[in-house]
Nanobody, 124 residues
Framework: QVQLAESGGGLVQAGDSLRLSCAASGRTFSPYAMGWFRQAPGKERVFVAAISWGGGSPYYTDSVKGRFTISRDDAKNTVYLQMDSLKPADTAVYYC?????????????????WGQGTQVTVSS
């Protein structure tokens, strides 16, 4: 059975960087799209970034464009989220998820496997 495990979260100051990792156990990421989502306190979980199988055409929500970079290493069954210039508004629990196929979407219902989440806290 495939499981996803996020790591790399923590407490940082505004302007700092973090790199989140999401590792899969059991089976590979291929040929599935992978996504990152986040849930801030008291808010719904929302889309952050996604990457198709093969790594082409990553897609980001507007608030993180130019600051976050999603990437994947299918040989290591790992997807990453590099987060630069962090802001207090980025504070949330971050989740990785595997899509049902290789295509990109921001729709959470399309993702059928989720990790347990990792906390990112950005202080001002």
């Amino acid at each position: 059975q495939v499981q996803l495990a996020e790591s790399g979260g923590g407490l940082v100051q505004a302007g700092d960087s973090l790199r989140l990792s999401c590792a899969a156990s059991g089976r590979t990421f291929s040929p599935y799209a992978m996504g990152w989502f986040r849930q801030a306190p008291g808010k719904e979980r929302v889309f952050v970034a996604a990457i198709s199988w093969g790594g082409g055409s990553p897609y980001y929500t507007d608030s993180v464009k130019g600051r976050f970079t999603i990437s994947r290493d299918d040989a290591k069954n790992t997807v990453y989220l590099q987060m630069d210039s962090l802001k207090p508004a980025d504070t949330a629990v971050y989740y990785c998820a595997r899509g049902r196929n290789s295509g990109l979407t921001i729709n959470q219902g399309y993702y059928n496997l989720w990790g347990q989440g990792t906390q990112v806290t950005v202080s001002s």
